[in-house]
Protein backbone atom coordinates (compact mmCIF):
# COMPACT_ATOMS: atom_id res chain seq x y z
CA UNK A 1 0.00 0.00 0.00
CA UNK A 2 1.63 3.23 -1.05
CA UNK A 3 0.95 6.78 0.13
CA UNK A 4 -1.94 7.80 -2.17
CA UNK A 5 -3.67 4.91 -1.03
CA UNK A 6 -3.34 5.40 2.62
CA UNK A 7 -4.41 9.47 2.34
CA UNK A 8 -7.67 7.85 -0.33
CA UNK A 9 -8.63 5.67 2.50
CA UNK A 10 -8.24 7.70 5.23
CA UNK A 11 -10.16 10.74 3.26
CA UNK A 12 -12.66 8.23 2.21
CA UNK A 13 -12.76 6.75 5.95
CA UNK A 14 -13.44 10.56 7.29
CA UNK A 15 -16.25 11.23 5.01
CA UNK A 16 -18.23 7.91 6.50
CA UNK A 17 -17.54 9.46 10.16
CA UNK A 18 -18.87 12.91 8.76
CA UNK A 19 -21.70 11.29 7.62
CA UNK A 20 -22.38 8.56 10.54
CA UNK A 21 -21.95 11.41 13.40
CA UNK A 22 -24.75 13.40 11.38
CA UNK A 23 -27.28 10.52 11.12
CA UNK A 24 -26.33 10.06 14.08
CA UNK A 25 -27.13 13.70 15.69
CA UNK A 26 -30.31 12.83 14.11
CA UNK A 27 -31.42 9.86 15.06
CA UNK A 28 -30.33 10.62 18.66
CA UNK A 29 -32.34 13.97 18.78
CA UNK A 30 -35.36 12.33 17.45
CA UNK A 31 -35.61 9.19 19.83
CA UNK A 32 -35.01 12.21 22.60
CA UNK A 33 -37.64 14.90 21.39
CA UNK A 34 -39.68 15.48 24.16
CA UNK A 35 -43.19 16.35 23.40
CA UNK A 36 -45.05 18.64 26.32
CA UNK A 37 -48.52 18.06 27.02
CA UNK A 38 -50.13 20.97 28.65
CA UNK A 39 -52.91 18.88 30.58
CA UNK A 40 -56.40 20.38 30.96
CA UNK A 41 -57.83 21.04 34.39
CA UNK A 42 -60.46 18.19 33.24
CA UNK A 43 -57.03 16.06 33.75
CA UNK A 44 -57.53 14.56 37.33
CA UNK A 45 -54.18 12.19 37.74
CA UNK A 46 -51.73 10.74 35.33
CA UNK A 47 -50.71 6.98 35.61
CA UNK A 48 -48.37 5.13 34.18
CA UNK A 49 -48.99 1.48 31.98
CA UNK A 50 -46.73 0.18 34.66
CA UNK A 51 -48.86 0.68 37.65
CA UNK A 52 -50.72 -1.87 36.06
CA UNK A 53 -48.17 -4.25 35.14
CA UNK A 54 -44.77 -4.25 37.07
CA UNK A 55 -43.03 -6.25 33.74
CA UNK A 56 -43.46 -2.47 32.31
CA UNK A 57 -42.63 -0.18 34.54
CA UNK A 58 -39.47 1.99 33.81
CA UNK A 59 -39.52 0.47 30.45
CA UNK A 60 -39.40 2.70 27.12
CA UNK A 61 -43.38 1.88 26.79
CA UNK A 62 -44.27 2.78 30.52
CA UNK A 63 -46.09 5.30 29.04
CA UNK A 64 -48.39 8.07 30.34
CA UNK A 65 -52.57 7.39 31.06
CA UNK A 66 -54.09 10.99 31.68
CA UNK A 67 -57.85 10.38 33.61
CA UNK A 68 -60.66 12.82 33.42
CA UNK A 69 -62.88 12.31 35.87
CA UNK A 70 -66.45 13.24 36.07
CA UNK A 71 -67.59 14.69 39.24
CA UNK A 72 -71.09 11.77 38.89
CA UNK A 73 -70.25 7.81 38.50
CA UNK A 74 -70.81 6.61 35.07
CA UNK A 75 -69.36 4.67 32.44
CA UNK A 76 -65.43 4.31 31.63
CA UNK A 77 -63.84 4.98 27.81
CA UNK A 78 -60.40 3.75 26.76
CA UNK A 79 -58.76 5.87 24.01
CA UNK A 80 -55.61 4.27 22.50
CA UNK A 81 -53.56 6.68 20.43
CA UNK A 82 -50.34 5.39 18.74
CA UNK A 83 -50.23 1.93 18.28
CA UNK A 84 -48.95 3.01 14.93
CA UNK A 85 -47.04 6.16 15.09
CA UNK A 86 -46.65 6.71 11.88
CA UNK A 87 -50.51 7.33 11.70
CA UNK A 88 -50.15 10.97 13.77
CA UNK A 89 -53.91 11.90 13.47
CA UNK A 90 -54.87 9.90 16.04
CA UNK A 91 -52.26 10.95 18.02
CA UNK A 92 -53.15 14.46 17.23
CA UNK A 93 -56.70 13.56 18.05
CA UNK A 94 -56.28 12.20 21.84
CA UNK A 95 -53.86 15.40 22.17
CA UNK A 96 -56.65 17.78 21.56
CA UNK A 97 -58.81 15.56 23.53
CA UNK A 98 -56.31 15.78 26.50
CA UNK A 99 -55.32 19.45 26.40
CA UNK A 100 -59.23 20.55 25.64
CA UNK A 101 -61.10 18.09 27.40
CA UNK A 102 -64.08 17.70 30.81
CA UNK A 103 -65.65 15.13 31.85
CA UNK A 104 -68.84 15.44 34.08
CA UNK A 105 -69.88 12.57 34.20
CA UNK A 106 -68.07 8.91 34.10
CA UNK A 107 -64.34 8.73 33.36
CA UNK A 108 -62.14 8.68 29.82
CA UNK A 109 -58.29 7.56 30.18
CA UNK A 110 -56.25 8.83 27.17
CA UNK A 111 -53.09 7.26 25.85
CA UNK A 112 -51.43 9.11 23.79
CA UNK A 113 -48.16 6.80 22.87
CA UNK A 114 -49.65 3.44 23.78
CA UNK A 115 -46.71 1.96 21.55
CA UNK A 116 -43.89 4.46 22.87
CA UNK A 117 -41.02 2.78 21.52
CA UNK A 118 -42.99 3.22 18.12
CA UNK A 119 -42.78 6.42 18.40
CA UNK A 120 -39.07 6.56 18.79
CA UNK A 121 -38.04 5.36 15.44
CA UNK A 122 -39.13 6.02 11.72
CA UNK A 123 -39.06 3.22 9.06
CA UNK A 124 -35.68 2.29 8.13
CA UNK A 125 -35.46 2.79 4.69
CA UNK A 126 -38.55 4.84 4.09
CA UNK A 127 -36.86 8.54 4.36
CA UNK A 128 -39.44 9.71 6.55
CA UNK A 129 -39.20 12.90 8.42
CA UNK A 130 -38.05 12.48 11.71
CA UNK A 131 -40.80 15.28 13.06
CA UNK A 132 -43.47 17.58 12.15
CA UNK A 133 -44.58 21.18 13.37
CA UNK A 134 -48.15 21.92 13.93
CA UNK A 135 -48.65 25.52 13.47
CA UNK A 136 -50.40 27.27 16.46
CA UNK A 137 -51.30 30.90 17.18
CA UNK A 138 -48.44 31.53 19.41
CA UNK A 139 -45.54 29.38 17.60
CA UNK A 140 -45.05 25.71 16.29
CA UNK A 141 -45.51 22.04 18.63
CA UNK A 142 -42.97 19.80 17.18
CA UNK A 143 -43.94 16.21 17.03
CA UNK A 144 -41.99 12.74 16.52
CA UNK A 145 -42.68 11.01 13.20
CA UNK A 146 -42.92 7.18 14.34
CA UNK A 147 -43.09 4.19 13.10
CA UNK A 148 -45.69 1.16 12.90
CA UNK A 149 -43.72 -1.32 14.80
CA UNK A 150 -41.59 -1.16 17.86
CA UNK A 151 -38.05 0.47 17.72
CA UNK A 152 -35.49 -2.81 17.13
CA UNK A 153 -33.48 -0.81 19.27
CA UNK A 154 -35.65 -1.80 22.30
CA UNK A 155 -36.72 -5.57 20.97
CA UNK A 156 -34.55 -7.32 18.70
CA UNK A 157 -33.82 -9.39 16.66
CA UNK A 158 -37.25 -10.84 15.06
CA UNK A 159 -37.84 -14.34 14.65
CA UNK A 160 -38.02 -15.74 11.24
CA UNK A 161 -42.11 -16.08 11.92
CA UNK A 162 -44.00 -14.47 14.08
CA UNK A 163 -45.97 -16.88 16.29
CA UNK A 164 -48.88 -15.41 17.86
CA UNK A 165 -49.65 -16.00 21.45
CA UNK A 166 -52.14 -17.46 22.23
CA UNK A 167 -53.76 -18.22 18.88
CA UNK A 168 -50.38 -19.83 17.45
CA UNK A 169 -50.89 -17.97 14.34
CA UNK A 170 -48.26 -17.59 11.91
CA UNK A 171 -47.93 -13.75 11.18
CA UNK A 172 -45.44 -11.91 9.12
CA UNK A 173 -41.90 -11.82 11.51
CA UNK A 174 -42.17 -8.34 11.40
CA UNK A 175 -45.05 -8.22 13.56
CA UNK A 176 -43.74 -9.60 16.64
CA UNK A 177 -43.10 -6.09 16.89
CA UNK A 178 -46.49 -4.86 15.83
CA UNK A 179 -48.66 -3.36 18.47
CA UNK A 180 -51.61 -4.46 16.75
CA UNK A 181 -50.72 -7.48 16.13
CA UNK A 182 -50.00 -8.35 20.19
CA UNK A 183 -53.12 -8.42 21.77
CA UNK A 184 -53.89 -9.97 24.39
CA UNK A 185 -49.96 -10.23 24.91
CA UNK A 186 -48.33 -11.76 28.04
CA UNK A 187 -46.61 -10.86 30.83
CA UNK A 188 -43.31 -13.01 30.25
CA UNK A 189 -43.52 -12.18 26.46
CA UNK A 190 -41.49 -9.79 24.06
CA UNK A 191 -41.81 -5.99 25.02
CA UNK A 192 -44.56 -5.58 22.88
CA UNK A 193 -46.50 -8.39 24.01
CA UNK A 194 -45.99 -7.32 27.47
CA UNK A 195 -47.44 -3.38 26.55
CA UNK A 196 -50.68 -4.79 25.51
CA UNK A 197 -50.86 -7.60 28.58
CA UNK A 198 -50.24 -4.25 30.81
CA UNK A 199 -53.21 -2.45 28.71
CA UNK A 200 -55.53 -5.37 28.92
CA UNK A 201 -54.81 -5.35 32.89
CA UNK A 202 -55.75 -1.41 32.93
CA UNK A 203 -58.64 -2.46 30.89
CA UNK A 204 -59.92 -5.47 33.49
CA UNK A 205 -58.91 -3.82 36.67
CA UNK A 206 -60.71 0.00 35.60
CA UNK A 207 -63.52 -1.90 34.44
CA UNK A 208 -63.14 -0.14 30.88
CA UNK A 209 -66.51 -0.66 28.42
CA UNK A 210 -65.03 0.55 25.66
CA UNK A 211 -62.16 1.00 24.22
CA UNK A 212 -60.84 3.11 20.59
CA UNK A 213 -57.95 1.96 18.87
CA UNK A 214 -56.78 5.36 16.28
CA UNK A 215 -55.26 4.85 13.27
CA UNK A 216 -54.89 5.51 9.74
CA UNK A 217 -54.49 3.77 6.55
CA UNK A 218 -53.52 3.72 2.84
CA UNK A 219 -56.05 4.45 0.41
CA UNK A 220 -55.08 1.07 -0.90
CA UNK A 221 -56.02 -1.01 1.81
CA UNK A 222 -60.32 -2.06 1.64
CA UNK A 223 -60.16 -1.11 5.32
CA UNK A 224 -59.90 2.47 5.65
CA UNK A 225 -62.62 5.95 6.49
CA UNK A 226 -64.63 2.95 8.75
CA UNK A 227 -65.08 1.64 12.29
CA UNK A 228 -63.57 -1.59 12.95
CA UNK A 229 -66.29 -3.28 15.44
CA UNK A 230 -65.94 -6.73 17.81
CA UNK A 231 -69.31 -8.36 17.59
CA UNK A 232 -70.30 -6.77 20.97
CA UNK A 233 -69.17 -3.36 19.68
CA UNK A 234 -71.23 -3.80 15.91
CA UNK A 235 -74.69 -1.89 17.27
CA UNK A 236 -73.33 0.72 18.58
CA UNK A 237 -70.79 1.35 15.25
CA UNK A 238 -73.35 1.43 13.27
CA UNK A 239 -75.35 4.08 15.02
CA UNK A 240 -72.17 5.99 15.13
CA UNK A 241 -71.66 5.49 11.59
CA UNK A 242 -75.59 6.50 10.81
CA UNK A 243 -75.37 9.37 12.88
CA UNK A 244 -72.50 10.77 11.63
CA UNK A 245 -73.02 10.41 8.55
CA UNK A 246 -75.92 12.39 9.13
CA UNK A 247 -74.93 15.45 11.12
CA UNK A 248 -70.80 15.76 10.62
CA UNK A 249 -70.34 16.33 7.32
CA UNK A 250 -68.32 13.13 6.42
CA UNK A 251 -69.32 9.96 6.40
CA UNK A 252 -67.67 6.57 7.94
CA UNK A 253 -68.61 2.76 7.25
CA UNK A 254 -68.29 0.00 9.75
CA UNK A 255 -66.39 -3.37 9.48
CA UNK A 256 -67.16 -7.08 11.20
CA UNK A 257 -63.78 -7.00 12.61
CA UNK A 258 -62.80 -10.52 11.43
CA UNK A 259 -63.01 -14.03 14.08
CA UNK A 260 -59.69 -15.49 12.47
CA UNK A 261 -57.48 -12.43 12.21
CA UNK A 262 -55.56 -12.45 15.53
CA UNK A 263 -53.92 -9.72 17.54
CA UNK A 264 -55.72 -6.97 16.44
CA UNK A 265 -57.33 -5.16 19.14
CA UNK A 266 -60.65 -5.12 17.91
CA UNK A 267 -60.66 -8.87 18.01
CA UNK A 268 -58.81 -9.35 21.23
CA UNK A 269 -60.12 -6.90 23.79
CA UNK A 270 -63.45 -7.85 23.16
CA UNK A 271 -62.29 -11.44 23.27
CA UNK A 272 -60.43 -11.11 26.31
CA UNK A 273 -62.24 -8.57 28.45
CA UNK A 274 -65.72 -6.80 29.19
CA UNK A 275 -65.10 -4.03 27.24
CA UNK A 276 -66.17 -3.57 23.77
CA UNK A 277 -63.38 -2.76 21.39
CA UNK A 278 -63.58 -0.57 18.31
CA UNK A 279 -60.86 0.86 15.74
CA UNK A 280 -61.45 3.91 14.02
CA UNK A 281 -59.76 3.98 10.19
CA UNK A 282 -58.82 7.72 9.10
CA UNK A 283 -57.05 7.86 5.33
CA UNK A 284 -53.33 8.89 5.27
CA UNK A 285 -52.22 9.01 1.22
CA UNK A 286 -48.21 9.09 3.15
CA UNK A 287 -48.54 5.88 3.50
CA UNK A 288 -49.35 4.46 0.32
CA UNK A 289 -47.30 1.73 -1.76
CA UNK A 290 -47.15 4.66 -5.01
CA UNK A 291 -46.63 8.16 -2.67
CA UNK A 292 -43.91 10.33 -4.06
CA UNK A 293 -41.87 11.89 -1.71
CA UNK A 294 -42.68 11.22 2.42
CA UNK A 295 -41.78 14.99 3.18
CA UNK A 296 -43.23 16.99 6.44
CA UNK A 297 -45.52 19.07 3.95
CA UNK A 298 -46.88 15.54 2.63
CA UNK A 299 -47.27 14.23 5.48
CA UNK A 300 -49.62 17.06 7.14
CA UNK A 301 -51.38 18.32 3.42
CA UNK A 302 -51.93 14.66 2.66
CA UNK A 303 -51.50 15.73 -1.11
CA UNK A 304 -49.86 12.99 -3.49
CA UNK A 305 -50.01 13.48 -7.19
CA UNK A 306 -49.31 9.87 -7.64
CA UNK A 307 -51.91 8.56 -5.16
CA UNK A 308 -54.25 10.94 -6.96
CA UNK A 309 -52.95 9.41 -10.16
CA UNK A 310 -53.63 5.61 -8.69
CA UNK A 311 -56.98 6.39 -7.69
CA UNK A 312 -57.70 7.49 -11.79
CA UNK A 313 -57.45 3.80 -12.30
CA UNK A 314 -59.75 2.55 -9.72
CA UNK A 315 -57.07 1.71 -7.48
CA UNK A 316 -58.06 3.01 -4.42
CA UNK A 317 -60.59 2.61 -2.08
CA UNK A 318 -61.22 5.91 -0.63
CA UNK A 319 -61.35 9.27 -2.70
CA UNK A 320 -59.02 11.79 -3.22
CA UNK A 321 -57.92 14.69 -5.42
CA UNK A 322 -55.82 17.69 -5.71
CA UNK A 323 -56.79 18.82 -1.95
CA UNK A 324 -55.61 15.65 -0.69
CA UNK A 325 -56.72 14.39 3.06
CA UNK A 326 -54.68 17.21 5.32
CA UNK A 327 -54.32 16.41 8.86
CA UNK A 328 -57.08 18.50 10.43
CA UNK A 329 -59.56 16.95 8.69
CA UNK A 330 -57.86 13.73 9.52
CA UNK A 331 -57.66 14.72 13.22
CA UNK A 332 -61.20 16.34 12.92
CA UNK A 333 -62.83 12.77 11.76
CA UNK A 334 -61.56 11.13 14.97
CA UNK A 335 -62.31 13.56 17.17
CA UNK A 336 -65.86 14.03 16.43
CA UNK A 337 -65.98 9.60 15.89
CA UNK A 338 -64.85 9.27 19.22
CA UNK A 339 -67.39 12.00 20.76
CA UNK A 340 -70.05 10.57 18.46
CA UNK A 341 -69.39 6.90 20.10
CA UNK A 342 -69.49 8.62 23.55
CA UNK A 343 -72.97 10.14 23.02
CA UNK A 344 -74.65 7.07 21.01
CA UNK A 345 -73.21 4.97 24.33
CA UNK A 346 -74.89 7.53 26.75
CA UNK A 347 -78.16 6.44 24.74
CA UNK A 348 -78.14 2.86 25.54
CA UNK A 349 -76.40 3.05 28.72
CA UNK A 350 -78.50 4.92 31.33
CA UNK A 351 -76.32 5.20 33.99
CA UNK A 352 -73.43 4.41 32.93
CA UNK A 353 -72.90 7.47 30.69
CA UNK A 354 -69.08 9.26 29.52
CA UNK A 355 -70.37 12.87 29.23
CA UNK A 356 -67.42 15.45 27.13
CA UNK A 357 -67.24 18.42 26.97
CA UNK A 358 -64.50 21.59 26.12
CA UNK A 359 -63.71 19.37 22.59
CA UNK A 360 -63.77 20.38 19.22
CA UNK A 361 -65.66 18.59 16.47
CA UNK A 362 -65.15 17.96 12.94
CA UNK A 363 -66.02 21.43 11.40
CA UNK A 364 -64.24 23.12 14.15
CA UNK A 365 -61.18 21.25 13.87
CA UNK A 366 -60.98 21.92 9.64
CA UNK A 367 -61.93 25.55 10.00
CA UNK A 368 -59.58 26.63 13.03
CA UNK A 369 -57.24 24.37 12.27
CA UNK A 370 -55.37 21.39 14.59
CA UNK A 371 -52.97 23.96 15.93
CA UNK A 372 -55.74 26.40 17.21
CA UNK A 373 -56.30 23.84 19.97
CA UNK A 374 -53.18 22.97 21.39
CA UNK A 375 -52.05 24.89 24.37
CA UNK A 376 -48.57 26.82 24.80
CA UNK A 377 -46.81 25.14 27.22
CA UNK A 378 -44.63 28.58 28.45
CA UNK A 379 -46.26 30.76 30.19
CA UNK A 380 -48.59 27.59 32.22
CA UNK A 381 -48.04 26.03 35.64
CA UNK A 382 -45.21 23.41 35.21
CA UNK A 383 -47.23 20.80 37.11
CA UNK A 384 -49.76 20.77 33.98
CA UNK A 385 -47.31 20.15 31.51
CA UNK A 386 -46.46 16.74 31.17
CA UNK A 387 -43.74 15.11 28.53
CA UNK A 388 -44.59 12.05 26.24
CA UNK B 1 -37.95 -16.06 28.21
CA UNK B 2 -36.48 -12.40 29.22
CA UNK B 3 -33.31 -14.11 29.85
CA UNK B 4 -33.30 -15.96 26.52
CA UNK B 5 -34.30 -12.96 24.72
CA UNK B 6 -31.23 -11.10 26.41
CA UNK B 7 -28.90 -13.95 25.50
CA UNK B 8 -29.72 -13.88 21.74
CA UNK B 9 -29.90 -9.99 21.72
CA UNK B 10 -26.38 -9.75 23.22
CA UNK B 11 -25.25 -12.23 20.32
CA UNK B 12 -26.56 -10.87 17.74
CA UNK B 13 -24.70 -6.56 18.83
CA UNK B 14 -21.75 -9.30 19.08
CA UNK B 15 -22.31 -10.81 15.71
CA UNK B 16 -22.96 -6.85 14.60
CA UNK B 17 -19.06 -6.53 16.33
CA UNK B 18 -17.58 -9.42 13.99
CA UNK B 19 -19.17 -7.75 10.80
CA UNK B 20 -18.21 -4.26 11.51
CA UNK B 21 -14.46 -5.21 11.90
CA UNK B 22 -14.75 -7.65 9.06
CA UNK B 23 -16.12 -4.39 6.76
CA UNK B 24 -13.15 -2.07 8.20
CA UNK B 25 -10.20 -4.76 7.55
CA UNK B 26 -11.93 -5.21 4.05
CA UNK B 27 -11.97 -1.92 3.37
CA UNK B 28 -8.07 -1.11 4.66
CA UNK B 29 -7.43 -4.29 2.36
CA UNK B 30 -9.07 -3.36 -0.68
CA UNK B 31 -7.16 -1.60 -3.99
CA UNK B 32 -10.08 0.08 -5.46
CA UNK B 33 -12.09 2.96 -4.25
CA UNK B 34 -15.09 2.28 -5.86
CA UNK B 35 -15.01 -0.78 -3.23
CA UNK B 36 -13.77 1.03 -0.43
CA UNK B 37 -16.83 3.64 -1.03
CA UNK B 38 -19.22 0.68 -1.33
CA UNK B 39 -17.41 -0.52 2.69
CA UNK B 40 -18.02 2.77 4.24
CA UNK B 41 -21.61 2.55 2.95
CA UNK B 42 -22.76 -0.34 4.16
CA UNK B 43 -20.99 0.17 7.35
CA UNK B 44 -22.82 3.19 8.28
CA UNK B 45 -26.41 0.83 8.86
CA UNK B 46 -24.35 -1.59 11.20
CA UNK B 47 -22.45 1.25 12.96
CA UNK B 48 -26.08 2.85 13.82
CA UNK B 49 -27.10 0.08 15.41
CA UNK B 50 -24.06 -1.21 17.12
CA UNK B 51 -24.07 2.01 18.74
CA UNK B 52 -27.91 1.91 19.58
CA UNK B 53 -28.91 4.90 17.33
CA UNK B 54 -31.38 3.53 14.76
Partial sequence: ?388 | MDTLTTIISVLYYALIAFIVVLIIYNMIKSKEWKKEIIYIVILLPFLLRLFLLK
Fill in chain 1, 1 to 388: MNKSDIVRKILIGLAGVVVFVFSGISFYQHRHLKEPVVISDGVTQVKKLGDYFEGIKGSVNDCNLYFLEGAEPGGTMLVLAASHPEEPAGRLAAWLMAENGNISKGRLILVLSANRSATLVTRPGGAYPPDYTITTPWGGRKFRMGDRWSSPLDQWPDPEVYIHYPSRQNLAYVDVRNLNRAWPGRPNGTLTEKTTFAFMELIRNEKVDVVIDLHEAELQYPVINTIVAHEKGLDLATMISMTISDFEGFSIGTEFSPKNLHGLSHREIGDNSEAISLLFEAPEPFLDATRGITGRKQLLEGKDEFVVKAGKHGLLYAPIDENGWHIDVRVGRHVSTILQTFESWNESNPGKEVVCTGVPRYADIVKNSTGFYLKNPAGVNPLRVKYE
